[in-house]
Each structure stands twice: as structure tokens, then as C-alpha cells.
């Protein structure tokens, strides 16, 4: 038989570990990942985009009306500016610095960027 602070001490082990599985299991879903290339295709009935990396990989990544679109051209789009499915900015062969999560293979779009805009851009000054 096993005295109480044994057991107790057994007990509060356990829900630490469990704790600390928890813990980690959440820490790995908001892990922010980021890929750079070309925009190769983009679907906006089901608001997906490809992009084609300098190694050849494709991405295919969905984005959300909580991603954030910097250097596209969203003027006269009111409050809804900042959404990627409320512009019409995101074409073929843009150049683009997407940053994503990953939760079962499928990867969501957290922040876009125009990097084809903002070079050519950094280049006219």
C-alpha cells in the first residue's frame, strides 16, 4: 500500500507531465513558418495559392480574412483593406514573402507580403 505523500507526490508528477505534454502540443500548432517565391497560380473561390520557391517546391497555401496583406494595392477598399480576400492584388507571377502555419499539412496564410512591389520600389529611390 502506498502512504499518502507518496501518492500525492505520484500525483502532482503526473499532472506536471501532463501539463508539460499539453504544453507543447500547443506550442507546436502557432509555430510561424515563412517561404518566399513566385505566386505560380491562385484560386480565390477557394481563397488557395501556389507558390513556387528559387529550389522549385510548390507551396499551396489558403489564406483567411485574419491575414494581413502588406505592399498590394487596396486603395478604396474601406476597412476591409487589410484582408487578402477583399483586394485583387495577389496575380500570377507576383513575387511574394508569405509567412504560415502548419496544422495537418494544410498551411494558412497569417501575413502576405508584395515583395515585388516593395522592391521595385526600393530600387526607383
Same mark, same amino acid.
Do not use: C
Given at each position: &500500500?502506498? /502512504?499518502?505523500?507518496?501518492?500525492?507526490?505520484?500525483? $502532482?508528477?503526473?499532472?506536471?507531465?501532463?501539463?508539460?505534454?499539453?504544453?507543447?502540443?500547443?506550442?507546436?500548432? %502557432?509555430?510561424? /513558418? $515563412?517561404?518566399?517565391?513566385?505566386?505560380?497560380?491562385v484560386?480565390?473561390?477557394?481563397?488557395t &495559392?501556389?507558390?513556387?520557391?528559387?529550389? *522549385?517546391?510548390? /507551396?499551396?497555401?489558403?489564406?483567411?480574412?485574419?491575414?494581413t496583406?502588406? @505592399?498590394? %494595392? $487596396?486603395? @478604396?477598399? *474601406?476597412?476591409?483593406?487589410?484582408?487578402?480576400?477583399?483586394?485583387?492584388?495577389?496575380?500570377?507571377?507576383?513575387?511574394?514573402?508569405?509567412?504560415?502555419?502548419?496544422?495537418?499539412?494544410?498551411?494558412?496564410?497569417?501575413?502576405?507580403?508584395? $515583395?515585388?512591389?516593395?522592391?521595385?520600389?526600393?530600387?526607383?529611390?
Amino acid at each position: &500500500m502506498l /502512504h499518502p505523500k507518496r501518492s500525492n507526490v505520484l500525483l $502532482a508528477s503526473l499532472l506536471v507531465l501532463a501539463l508539460a505534454v499539453a504544453w507543447q502540443g500547443t506550442l507546436a500548432e %502557432d509555430v510561424v /513558418h $515563412a517561404v518566399s517565391g513566385i505566386v505560380k497560380s491562385v484560386d480565390k473561390g477557394t481563397k488557395t &495559392m501556389v507558390v513556387k520557391t528559387s529550389d *522549385g517546391t510548390e /507551396h499551396t497555401i489558403k489564406w483567411t480574412d485574419q491575414t494581413t496583406v502588406k @505592399g498590394v %494595392d $487596396a486603395t @478604396g477598399k *474601406g476597412v476591409a483593406a487589410g484582408s487578402v480576400d477583399s483586394y485583387d492584388g495577389l496575380k500570377e507571377g507576383a513575387k511574394v514573402s508569405v509567412k504560415y502555419t502548419e496544422k495537418g499539412g494544410e498551411k494558412t496564410a497569417v501575413a502576405i507580403k508584395d $515583395a515585388s512591389k516593395a522592391t521595385a520600389k526600393a530600387v526607383a529611390q
